[in-house]
């Protein structure tokens, strides 16, 4: 098992020999490495499992590292980063060639955030190197939200994993790309689509889809946990695969005649912040309950809504 610590030093000295370790951001937990060094990058995709074609996202302490990794910045980007950054954000500028094609998977993009997470800020700014950080799980599997979460999937694997706590977002970033004065959004995630608009107007959605080269990671049976999941309108599942050997998913009410424990209410407060942060965990803890099958229902569909449903239906999606 990982050691599961607060020592930023010891973080900072394991990246520096060119190893892994686990870092808490707003959003989930990352497998983080040192961004300019192609053996540590390498070592990543093996211990995630992750095919190679699936790029990584450059995490940074300040809009003045991502300018020296990056080619420009167009002005839709500049006001998403002066607003959101740090924060449940990442965008897809033109690389410099200081960013080695095994992250980007050979595009000419990078993706760049700056995460608002008070350890992993403090150990960016240690680093003279910035850190590729995809979600700390095996490829394909829900992503984790405590550093236990890590430790459960990959604690064989990695020497530490720096305990910022539970995620209070929960979900992954927001992933904006532009193509000439456009806006695109490639990933739904934790900061919301009315958000990201308020700023530089109407944005579009990608498509999801398992073979756009220009979304490698959008493949559609993202977020699964082993059990199978259904989504849908509960009153009708829990009909269909009865209330025995059942797990439900919820916004905010509970089904007369299943057990407690495995019922999972994601805002017993109604707010779609709330459920964004029980998403992940709410499905791992069903996941390991001696039940067949998860019934979700989906939230409602605005805000984070949107993202968190996106995660319900690829959780479905086998
Ligand atoms: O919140 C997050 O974004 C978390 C935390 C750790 O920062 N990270 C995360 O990384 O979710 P990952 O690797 O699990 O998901 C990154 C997604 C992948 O779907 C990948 O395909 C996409 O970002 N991506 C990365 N670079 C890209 C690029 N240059 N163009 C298009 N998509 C890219
Ligand atoms: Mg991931």
Redesign the pocket.
């Known amino acids: 098992m990982a050691v599961i610590g607060t020592d930023i030093n010891e973080a900072k000295s394991i990246l520096e020999s060119g190893e892994l370790v686990a ?1 808490p ?1 707003e ?4 497998l983080a490495g040192n961004a300019f060094n192609t053996e540590a990058i390498a070592k990543i995709f093996e211990v995630k499992n992750r095919p190679s074609f ?4 450059v ?1 940074t302490y300040s809009l003045e590292q991502v300018k020296s990794i990056v080619k420009e910045l167009p002005k839709k980007a500049l006001l998403l980063a002066e607003r959101f950054w740090p924060g ?1 954000l ?1 965008l ?1 500028l033109p690389k410099q060639a200081i960013i080695p094609d095994l992250v ?2 050979g ?1 000419d ?3 760049v ?1 700056i ?1 608002n997470q008070p350890l992993a800020m403090q150990l960016l700014q240690s680093l003279d190197f910035p850190l590729v ?4 799980n095996p490829f394909g599997y829900v ?1 984790p939200t405590s550093a236990q979460h890590v430790d459960d999937q990959l604690g064989e694997k990695i020497a530490y994993v720096l305990d910022g706590g539970p995620c209070p977002v929960g979900i ?2 927001t ?1 904006v ?1 532009f193509e000439g004065d456009e806006a695109i959004i ?2 739904l ?2 900061l919301s689509k009315e958000k990201i608009e308020s700023i530089i107007g109407k944005v579009k959605l990608m498509p999801h889809s398992s073979s756009n080269p ?5 493949l559609k049976s993202h977020y699964s946990p082993g059990k199978k999941v259904v989504v849908g309108n509960l009153d009708t599942l829990v009909e269909e695969y009865g209330k025995d050997r059942t797990g439900i998913i919820s916004f905010t009410r509970s089904v007369e005649g299943i057990v407690p424990e495995h019922q999972m209410i994601l805002a017993p407060d109604g707010e779609l912040t709330t459920a964004a942060k029980n998403l992940f965990s709410s499905l791992r803890l069903l996941d390991k309950k001696d039940i067949d099958v998860i019934l979700a229902e989906p939230v409602p569909e605005h805000g984070l809504g949107l993202a968190i449903n996106d995660r319900l239906k690829r959780a479905a999606a086998k």
Do not use: F
């Open positions: 870092i951001t959003t989930v937990y990352g699936d790029p990584l996202i995490h449940p990442t897809l980007t998977s595009m993009t990078v993706a955030r995460p950080a995809p979600s700390a992503s992954e970033s992933i790309g490639h990933r995630g934790g220009k979304a490698p990671g959008m």
